[in-house]
C-alpha cells in the first residue's frame, strides 16, 4: 500500500534534534495516521538514524501504538474480574465471531476494531464495552447485534437504532459502585 508520508517527514523533522523524542514523534505521527506503517517506521530509522528493530520494540511495548490501520469504530470489551464473572468472555467471543476477526485486529471493511482490556473502572455495571468513547453497561449479546447495528447504520445514515436505548450508556466514565 502507498502512504503519503509527507506529514510523517514533518513531524520527523519537528522532533530531528531532540533527545527522548521517539515517543512523542511516534504519537504524532499515530495521531496522523491512525496507526504506525511500517514505511513510517522505516523512514524514521533512515532520518534518524535509529535501528527499526528499536522502533519496532517501543511500539509493541506500549499498547497505545497500533501497527495496522484501525477500523473506524473501537470496540473494547471488559473482562476484569467482574466483566468476566458476569459474562464478558462470551461477549468478547461472540464479538469476534460475529466480526470475523480475532482481538486486535480490524474488520475488513475497516469499520470495527476489537479490543480486550482490562477494568475499565465501571464494575458495578458489568459487563461493559466501550465503543469509541462511550461505555455500555450490563451487556447481553441481544445488545451486540444492536449496537453493531447502530454503528453500522450510523455510518451509512445517520439513523440510530432504537434497541440501542436499552442499554445503560453512559458519556462520561461511570462511577464504580
Ligand atoms: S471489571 Fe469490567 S469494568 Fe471493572
Redo the contacts with the bound molecule.
Sequence with gaps: MNIDLSEAAKAIDKYRDKKGALIPLLQEIQDIYGYVSSQAIGMIAHELNIYPVHIYGVLTFYTQFYLTPRGKHTIKV???????V?G?KELLDYLADKLGVEVGETTEDRNFSLER????????????IMVDEDFY?RCTIKDLDALLDKYTEDDSSGSLNGNVHNLHKKRNKPK?N
Design positions: 471488559c473482562q476484569g474480574t467482574a466483566c468476566h458476569m464478558g482490556v482490562a477494568c475499565l473502572g465501571c464494575c458495578g455495571i458489568a459487563p461493559v453497561g464504580s
